[in-house]
């Protein structure tokens, strides 16, 4: 036997009805670009004074799961993956749908699978995406990854997802991405990164297996490299406006729109206020023209979501 091949393998998602009840397999079945998830345990060694230079024996402190897979992003998953990782989701219109994402206070639990080599297949549950990160570079396509931590892994005999196909729909390329930022539309900008972070975290009480994942304060980043052409966006972030000579304590804000297109389908990610913390302009001893390498994050304003995603697409709610 030659071994398992490495590239046959598919990672799924599904939301839980509450903790402790296992979702059902479903549509949202993809294949990974990177990264992975599986079971975890952790291990430590007995430390006694029993005059012996041999370490103590060896035992379990807890057992769990982590993941960190990653996808090429596609609208007909997107959807439900913004769902879980922002926790509210209203769908409307008769085809093509509009999935439109914004923060909510409780997350929901969802379930993980894996098939790796048509032999391997585990479950994971009692899951919450911990962060999600899309990024492209210029010319590249649109990527997602995330983080997850959950409860519970369970190895399966068989493949529930054998009847389903594996997503292959059009990838999203930043080529496709028109952009507004510092005022108004821009060609400027050459690569994004955008990060939601839940910062989740297990509990463990008296039992090997965690009592519950409990998500924590959310932060929204977003970073972006924009040739340096003119000076509107530099003094905002260092002298307070646009037209700003004098440094002071005001905290300049943008609206950040990240808009793709692909023919029936698109992604819109909108920040509308985001804090620049980094807008480094550097000389270039070899003269390359500059590219700053802009970070902002997000800020809460009462009555307006820090982060709206719409995803429109042919899937009529966030669980096809």
């Given at each position: 036997?030659?071994?398992?091949?490495?590239?046959?393998?598919?990672?799924?998602?599904a939301?839980?009805?509450a903790r402790?009840?296992?979702?059902?397999?479903?549509?949202?079945?993809?294949?990974?670009s990177?990264?992975?998830?599986?079971?975890?345990?952790?291990?430590?060694?007995?430390?006694?004074t029993?005059?012996?230079?041999?370490?103590?024996v060896?035992?379990?402190?807890v057992?769990?799961?982590?993941?960190s897979?990653?996808?090429?992003?596609?609208?007909?998953?997107?959807?439900?993956?913004?769902?879980?990782?922002l926790?509210?989701?209203?769908t409307?219109?008769?085809?093509?749908?509009?999935?439109?994402?914004?923060?909510a206070?409780?997350?929901?639990?969802?379930?993980?699978?894996r098939?790796?080599?048509?032999?391997?297949?585990?479950?994971?549950?009692?899951?919450?995406?911990?962060?999600?990160?899309?990024?492209?570079?210029?010319?590249?396509?649109?990527t997602?990854?995330?983080?997850?931590?959950?409860r519970t892994?369970?190895?399966l005999?068989?493949d529930?997802?054998?009847?389903?196909?594996?997503?292959?729909?059009?990838?999203?390329?930043?080529?496709?991405?028109?952009?507004?930022?510092?005022g108004?539309?821009t060609?400027?900008?050459?690569?994004?990164?955008?990060t939601?972070s839940?910062?989740?975290t297990?509990?463990?009480?008296?039992?090997i297996?965690p009592?519950?994942?409990?998500?924590?304060?959310?932060?929204?980043?977003?970073?972006?490299?924009?040739?340096?052409?003119?000076?509107?966006?530099?003094?905002e972030?260092?002298?307070?406006?646009?037209?700003?000579?004098?440094?002071?304590?005001a905290?300049?804000?943008?609206?950040?729109?990240?808009?793709?297109i692909?023919?029936?389908?698109?992604?819109?990610?909108?920040?509308?206020n985001?804090?620049?913390?980094?807008?480094?302009?550097?000389?270039?001893?070899?003269?390359d023209?500059?590219?700053?390498s802009?970070?902002?994050?997000?800020?809460?304003v009462?009555?307006?979501?820090?982060?709206?995603?719409?995803?429109?697409?042919?899937?009529?709610?966030?669980?096809?």
């Amino acid at each position: 036997m030659a071994g398992l091949r490495g590239n046959q393998a598919h990672w799924a998602w599904a939301k839980q009805s509450a903790r402790g009840t296992p979702g059902t397999a479903g549509p949202h079945k993809t294949p990974f670009s990177g990264g992975s998830i599986a079971p975890s345990r952790t291990i430590a060694q007995l430390s006694e004074t029993d005059a012996s230079r041999d370490e103590g024996v060896s035992y379990v402190e807890v057992n769990g799961l982590e993941g960190s897979p990653e996808m090429y992003v596609r609208d007909t998953n997107l959807h439900s993956l913004m769902d879980i990782t922002l926790g509210s989701t209203i769908t409307a219109g008769a085809g093509p749908f509009t999935h439109t994402s914004t923060p909510a206070d409780a997350l929901p639990y969802v379930s993980f699978w894996r098939g790796i080599g048509a032999t391997l297949y585990e479950r994971f549950d009692d899951c919450m995406v911990s962060e999600l990160t899309l990024s492209a570079d210029s010319g590249g396509p649109l990527t997602a990854g995330i983080s997850l931590m959950g409860r519970t892994a369970t190895r399966l005999t068989v493949d529930p997802h054998s009847a389903i196909p594996i997503a292959s729909a059009g990838v999203y390329n930043f080529n496709e991405a028109t952009v507004t930022a510092h005022g108004g539309a821009t060609a400027l900008i050459s690569n994004f990164e955008l990060t939601i972070s839940n910062n989740v975290t297990s509990q463990q009480t008296d039992d090997i297996t965690p009592y519950d994942v409990v998500a924590g304060q959310r932060s929204v980043t977003v970073g972006y490299d924009m040739i340096f052409e003119t000076l509107a966006a530099y003094n905002e972030f260092h002298y307070g406006s646009a037209a700003g000579t004098a440094q002071g304590t005001a905290i300049t804000t943008t609206s950040l729109v990240f808009n793709f297109i692909k023919g029936a389908g698109a992604l819109n990610f909108a920040i509308p206020n985001a804090a620049v913390e980094e807008f480094p302009v550097d000389p270039d001893p070899g003269g390359d023209p500059i590219v700053a390498s802009v970070r902002t994050r997000a800020q809460r304003v009462t009555g307006t979501p820090i982060i709206t995603s719409i995803v429109t697409n042919a899937k009529a709610t966030v669980a096809l």
